[in-house]
């Protein structure tokens, strides 16, 4: 069955470290996504890419990287200068980046502090 | 933000009734979706509905669009424990820096369907 892989499903940081995130999909959609959500919150946009080796931040991008060498593959790095990184990661994507397509999503990792 | 705000923020209901959760907007549209989100997993599209339509149904979901009050209601009808979960509502009308349209996610209802 096609589909959204996020791995893992849990995953911890300690201070001053990097932590990658793997989001792989199935599906052969061209856009991708990366959302943060905190509890009680809505999902709020990180980065996305429209194509392979093309991405762009999105609302709170400060702290975290990504690359899309892949049409698959969209991994996320929350970087040590992410102060606040302890949330529920989702992984998104869509045929086309346009508003008319739906978002298919990963089952998430959330991400903790040690 | 033209982000969507759902509401109530929470519902508790007996399984069986029917859940009504409204999404309010702040600007014009041209797509709203509605998604699903069961605890601890990813979100699930639901409906999408485009500014030109009034009314979407598919199986015990019923969505509405009301443009002129910038609203739109998801109706579930005989509701299951299943059915507990948070729904969210996304607009667009948001353009990013390269031209784009933005969907922008609510902060959603939770809805507790008790059997």
């Known amino acids: 069955d096609g589909g959204i892989t996020q791995s893992p499903k849990y995953l911890f940081r300690k201070e001053g470290q990097n932590v990658t995130l793997s989001c792989e999909q199935n599906l052969n959609h061209d856009a991708m996504y990366w959302y943060r959500q905190d509890p009680g919150q809505g999902l709020r946009l990180i980065y996305y890419?429209?194509?392979?080796?093309?991405?762009q931040k999105g609302d709170i991008a400060e702290g975290y990287s990504v690359s899309r060498e892949k049409k698959e593959s969209f991994p996320l790095t929350v970087t040590s200068a992410q102060k606040n990184p302890t949330a529920f990661y989702l992984c998104?994507?869509?045929?086309?980046?346009?508003?008319?397509?739906?978002?298919?999503f990963g089952d998430g990792t959330r991400l903790s502090i040690l | 933000s033209q982000q969507g705000e759902e509401d109530p923020q929470a519902l508790s209901i007996q399984e069986g009734e029917n859940a009504t959760m409204n999404c309010s907007y702040k600007?014009?549209?041209?797509?709203l979706q509605w998604y699903r989100q069961n605890s601890g997993r990813g979100l699930v599209h639901l409906i999408l509905i485009r500014s030109n339509e009034r009314e979407k149904h598919s199986g015990r979901l019923r969505v509405t669009l009301d443009t002129s009050k910038k609203s739109s209601s998801l109706l579930i009808t005989a509701s299951r424990a299943a059915d507990t979960a948070s729904y969210f509502c996304a607009t667009d009308a948001e353009w990013d820096q390269g031209g784009s349209e933005k969907l922008v996610f609510g902060k959603g209802t939770k809805l507790t369907v008790n059997p």
């Open positions: 600007t014009s549209i041209n797509n």
């Open positions: 998104a994507s869509s045929i086309v980046r346009r508003s008319n397509q739906p978002q298919h």
């Open positions: 890419s429209q194509i392979v080796n093309d991405f």
